[in-house]
């Protein structure tokens, strides 16, 4: 069987993981919150059952916020490394931020979500859906 396997690390290599065939999904995300956690007006994800991602060295950091989505950063540099938003959760979901893959250019964004909170002028240039909520989740 011909899986495809990817790997990536925190901007300072202490958060390593590997993750096990291919993704639920990947898309971008352009919430508040996502803007916020990651210090960037876009976010991309590369969406795992748990089961298929592993974290080789160090466990990230987490962050817990009031509505119940836990978001994961690297404790030595601080890198964001995962999103998993309640519904993600109970489906045994996690989102691994496409930008600390080795090779991001291999996971294909499918679809935008949260369109609605998106950056005005922020043009990115690409005929997929804009989704005004979580897409897959709603
Ligand atoms: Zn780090
Ligand atoms: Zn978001």
Do not use: W
Not at 82 to 96: F, N, P, T, V, W
């Amino acid at each position: 069987m011909n899986e495809s396997n990817f790997r990536g690390h925190c901007y300072c290599g202490s958060i390593q993981f590997e993750t096990v065939g291919e993704p639920i999904s990947t898309c971008y995300c352009h919430c508040e919150s996502c803007r916020r956690h990651t210090a960037s007006v876009v976010t991309t994800f590369a969406g795992f059952h748990v089961d298929q991602v592993k974290f080789t060295h160090a466990q990230p950091a987490s962050h817990i916020s009031e509505d119940g989505v836990i978001r994961r950063f690297c404790g030595e540099c601080g890198s964001p490394i995962s999103c998993q938003m309640k519904r993600a959760q109970d489906q045994g979901e996690i989102y691994l931020y496409l930008g600390i893959f080795d090779k991001p250019e291999k996971l294909r964004p499918q679809f935008h979500v949260n369109y609605h909170e998106s950056i005005p002028r922020l043009n990115i240039d690409d005929d997929l859906l804009r989704d005004e909520g979580l897409a897959r989740f709603d």
